[in-house]
């Protein structure tokens, strides 16, 4: 049985089709998404899709192969832009944004399938994702100016310390192709945190990981949302890791929405157990 426990959470009405934690109830949702669509030639992927955040809220967003929760994410990151719909980051509309400008404001992600520098060290895949804080020019750093250091030196510091969520720091000098799966998962997770997201997105964290590091990603994504302050949104098949950690879970397929609410009230879902299981056949 799981070490870890989920806190009780009430899930209360925002003025949308949505629902939040009501500890972030006197907040602005750090995302609201509205109508949001995509099509592709004649292919709807995904389809009047709604959804708030919390500012402290873990959400999970799950469904069958094929549903479109990567479609969404690749929305909400701007990787594909809309056909139709809204998404508002920290109040402000995302239209017209692309990646890098969406992921200043305050989204960040990790990917299905892990995308690291994977012949640099795991130190520079970290400072990669610090560019958002790095505060030197070009020519600083071309001519080693004074201020290039002092930046270099914050940074260094910095990427230790998100190194240290995970218990990586001593691994700063290894090659990151050289990691062990589950850790390039966690560093995958630590160059996210490094761009300094309001909402990181987890695309199938635990993929590849045992029981017992399903339990201690489990207790390191409650860690970064207690110590950071922000919102995760993950989506994910583990559905131990789905029902012991998200607060808010919405379920997707055939790109619509058929259902939210807490794991709970997933769980005894007709359509949430149909959509997995398939429909009971009526006996003759």
Known sequence: MSR????????????????????????????????LGIDFGGLTAVDDF?????????????????????????????????????????GRDTAGMNTIQVNKLGIARTFQNIRLFKALSVMDNVLIGLHNEMDYHLPSAVFRFPSYWRSEKIAKGRALELLSIFDMQDLADAKAGSLPYGAQRRLEIVRALGTNPSLLLLDEPAAGMNPSET??????????????????????????????????????????????????????????????????????
């Open 215 to 284: 339990t201690e990603l489990m207790e390191n994504i409650q860690k970064i949302r207690d110590t950071f302050k922000i919102a995760i949104m993950l989506i994910e098949h583990d559905m131990s890791l789905v029902m012991g950690i998200c607060e808010g879970i919405g379920v997707l397929n055939y790109g619509k929405v058929i259902a939210k609410g807490t794991p709970e009230d997933i769980q005894s879902n007709p359509q949430v157990i149909e959509a997995y299981l398939g429909k009971k056949k009526e006996a003759n």
């Open 4 to 35: 870890f426990q989920r806190e009780p959470v009430k899930l209360v009405p925002v003025p949308s089709p949505n629902f939040i934690p009501e500890r972030d109830v006197d907040k602005t949702p750090i995302l609201e998404v509205s109508h």
């Open 50 to 90: 709604n959804m708030a955040i919390g500012r402290t809220e873990i959400a999970g967003l799950i469904g069958p192969n094929g549903a479109g929760k990567t479609t969404v994410f690749n929305l909400l990151t701007k990787v594909y832009q809309p056909t139709r719909g809204t998404i508002m980051l920290d």
